[in-house]
């Protein structure tokens, strides 16, 4: 159900910028998701489906980027890509860590005609 | 026909983010302090808020917002309790977002009210993106559940204001080592609050009534 709201509030995003822009059909519509938004793209792609029926983004490609999680020590500001159960750095061994990438849950652009 | 790219660049939840602003300000106007109470099922939400209750209550005008899949059985012990609450039923809906919450405040006594619980819909990952207008975000993660969730769902412990490691008192029993907990969450958020608690027993409980105090206090002064 995650999906659901997010897939709600993509669309009507879409429709929102497609409206400004006097566009005739959105052909396309590219998103960042990071890896830790929890987001499954085929969750997306199914409520999109029944969502945008009747709306100008029906058909629409949906273009998923999938930004992997990456963390950056807090002490010597090595940036890393975390292991399962090890958030530590790799460097220095601290487990001062901050998340900067793979939360991103956000619309780069559309394409439309 | 000629494709033309309209570059964007919006977070997807920003109509929720901006109805959560509106949330915010309302209860500001009202000089009330909202905390969005997470964790996943079971950990101990409603009876954290329950004996919370029990200890504030004379001095502080409590209300309750209950965010469950279904049912109304947290409202109704909230209800037993004296305070008032709405439920919200969120019909499979995974989380609470800031238009429910608009809706809710609606049904609320907001000029009689000094601090605001929240009860989100256990779960520990959507909540976390939904922002409500709570001024704090509390997490509750127990002992069964195991000390490696941090891990698994980084987002939620990064955000939070305050982490009550709740049932303390089945540590003998669980093999949930406490030290690395702590470790790995002030790793990942250096401003957090970590108390263990048992909302059994009452055990550790009172760092977590004074933190209440001490934030409602400064919530006063801003007002002022």
């Keep these: ?113 | 026909m000629a494709v033309k790219v309209i570059t964007i660049g919006e977070d997807i939840l920003g109509a929720n983010e901006q109805k959560a602003r509106g949330n915010q300000k309302r209860l500001d106007q009202n000089g009330i302090l909202a905390v969005n109470i997470m964790s996943s099922p079971g950990a101990g939400k409603t009876s954290l808020l329950l004996r919370t209750i029990d200890r504030l209550k004379p001095e502080v005008r409590i209300a309750v917002i209950e965010g469950d899949v279904a049912s109304s059985i947290d409202a109704e012990r909230i209800n037993e309790a004296g305070v008032a609450v709405v439920q919200i039923n969120t019909a499979g809906g995974c989380h609470l977002d800031a238009n429910m919450i608009g809706n809710a405040l609606n049904n609320l006594p907001l000029e009689n009210t000094d601090l605001l619980f929240i009860e989100n819909v256990g779960n520990l990952i959507c909540p976390v993106e939904f922002a409500l207008g709570e001024h704090r975000r509390v997490l509750i993660s127990s002992l069964p559940e195991g000390d490696d969730k941090p891990y698994k769902y980084p987002a939620m412990f990064a955000d939070a204001d305050v982490v009550l490691l709740n049932k303390i008192d089945l540590k003998s029993y669980l093999n949930f080592n406490i030290d690395a907990f702590q470790k790995t969450v002030n790793g990942m958020n250096p401003d957090v609050k970590i108390f263990p608690v048992s909302c059994q027993t009452g055990e550790g409980l009172e760092s977590w009534f004074s933190w209440l105090e001490s934030t409602l206090k400064d919530k006063k002064k801003t007002t002022k």
């Design chain 1, 1 to 113: 159900m995650h999906e659901y709201s997010i897939t709600e509030s993509m669309l009507s995003l879409a429709l929102e910028k497609a409206g400004e822009a006097k566009a005739g059909k959105i052909t396309r519509i590219n998103l960042i998701m990071g890896e830790l938004s929890g987001i499954v793209d085929d969750s997306v792609r199914f409520y999109f489906d029944f969502l945008s029926k009747d709306t100008i983004a029906a058909g629409a490609c949906l273009c998923f980027e999938k930004p992997a999680t990456r963390l950056r020590c807090r002490d010597c500001e090595t940036v890393f890509t975390p292991g399962n159960h090890d958030w530590a750095c790799p460097d220095c061994h601290s487990a001062g860590i901050e998340i900067i990438a793979g939360r991103e849950c956000y619309m780069e652009s559309i394409e439309v005609t």
